[in-house]
C-alpha cells in the first residue's frame, strides 16, 4: 500500500521501532519510509522492513530513536527513502535519508532520484 497511512508506534527496542494500524489494508509496502516526530520536534525517518502480522509493521530508525514513546503518531510518506542522483550531486555529502548534515538547508532540490534501497 502505497497511500500515506498514520500508525502508532506500537514498541521501541532500540534502533528497532514496531508501527501498528488500524487497518490492515492501510499497512506500508517493505522499504517505504515512515516519519514520526520526535518529543523535541526533530523528524526521524523509519524505513519498513517486516510486516510482523496482526496490522504491526517492524521498521529500522535511521536516527537515534531516544524520546519515542508508544503511541506517538507516525505517518507514511507513500514511497522509499531516495536519494537524489545526476550531474549536479558529484561531489556532495549526504546522509542516509539525503539531507546534507553540512549545510542549515538540509534538502537538495531534487531533479531526479532513485530509492535508496533497491
Avoid: W
Avoid at 28 to 48: M, Q, R, S
Avoid at 50 to 79: K, Y
Wanted: positive net charge.
Amino acid at each position: 500500500m502505497s497511500k500515506k497511512a498514520i500508525g502508532k508506534i506500537s514498541q521501541v527496542i532500540g534502533p528497532v521501532v514496531d508501527v501498528t494500524y488500524d487497518d490492515k489494508s492501510m499497512l506500508p509496502n517493505i522499504y517505504d519510509a515512515l516519519e514520526v516526530t520526535g518529543k523535541d520536534g526533530h523528524v526521524i525517518v523509519l524505513e519498513c522492513q517486516q510486516d510482523t502480522g496482526e496490522s504491526t509493521i517492524r521498521t529500522i530508525a535511521m536516527d537515534s530513536t531516544d524520546g519515542l514513546r508508544r503511541g506517538l503518531e507516525v505517518h507514511s510518506t507513500g514511497g522509499p527513502i531516495s536519494m537524489p542522483t545526476g550531474e549536479d550531486i558529484r561531489g556532495r555529502l549526504f546522509n542516509v535519508i539525503a539531507n546534507r548534515p553540512c549545510l542549515k538547508t538540509s534538502r537538495h532540490p531534487r531533479k531526479s532520484f532513485s530509492p535508496a534501497s533497491r
